[in-house]
């Protein structure tokens, strides 16, 4: 049975009582409502010829349209997506330089001023390293401003944010990863759904201590 003969059963079914026919999947019903939705406020008021390509006949409209108006078939709109805040370590640059194009349009790219200052410094070389830095930096320069999130952390904030941590036998490599991390842990405290994004399994493993969800490249754009 393809949609258009469900869409039609739905309807039908919905006439007869006020809830979904238990043999329709729940994600199924959610579909077809929206479809009828749409389908409504297309063509609720139109004698446009196109309708009929899609739902057919003037009798199945009205048949929607009758399920519909009697309040049997659910008005759902679609699930908001997720904003998602992506903290996105150096590394992930460096093993792909156009990660920024594969976040949905939704999403906001949090840059803390360590990762940026990191790919500043890289790009004063000539080697091909330094190269790469130039091309990462002319492509987050050119990521739309309103979905790109500057920041910048203090040092009494790292040590509030990662209590856990032991600071006073950090490297510079650590000190760079508890700015990532705390930058990550500030968002989720202000309620915002953050996730970091690093191919370093070390951070990854620290950020596991702080309840934070950190992705490898590999596991972000296997969940996309």
Not at 72 to 82: D, M, R
Not at 195 to 218: C, G, H, P, V, Y
Request: proline share 4%; hydrophobic share 35%; glycine share 2%.
């Amino acid at each position: 049975m393809n949609q258009y003969d469900l869409l039609k059963k739905l309807a039908r079914q919905c006439l007869k009582k006020p809830s979904f026919p238990k043999n329709f999947p729940k994600e199924e019903n959610k579909q077809l409502a929206v479809q009828i939705k749409n389908w409504l406020e297309q063509y609720g008021s139109s004698d446009d010829p196109q309708y009929r390509n899609e739902i057919r006949t003037v009798r199945d409209f009205l048949l929607l349209h009758e399920a519909a108006s009697q309040g049997l078939v659910p008005v759902l709109s679609e699930q908001p997506k997720i904003r998602y805040y992506l903290v996105i370590d150096t590394n992930i640059f460096f093993h792909d330089e156009k990660i920024l194009s594969r976040l949905n349009d939704h999403d906001i790219f949090v840059l803390p001023r360590i990762v940026l200052d990191e790919l500043s410094h890289r790009a004063k070389n000539k080697d091909f390293k330094g190269k790469k830095s130039q091309r990462i930096l002319t492509y987050i320069h050119q990521f739309p401003a309103e979905r790109l999130l500057q920041t910048r952390i203090d040092r009494w904030e790292v040590h509030r944010f990662l209590p856990q941590f032991q600071f006073h036998t950090a490297t510079s490599n650590d000190e760079c990863d508890h700015q990532i991390l705390a930058v990550t842990k500030r968002l989720l405290l202000e309620k915002k759904p953050a996730q970091l994004l690093s191919d370093d399994f070390e951070l990854r493993k620290k950020a596991a201590e702080l309840n934070i969800t950190a992705l490898s490249l590999q596991e972000f754009l296997t969940g996309r």
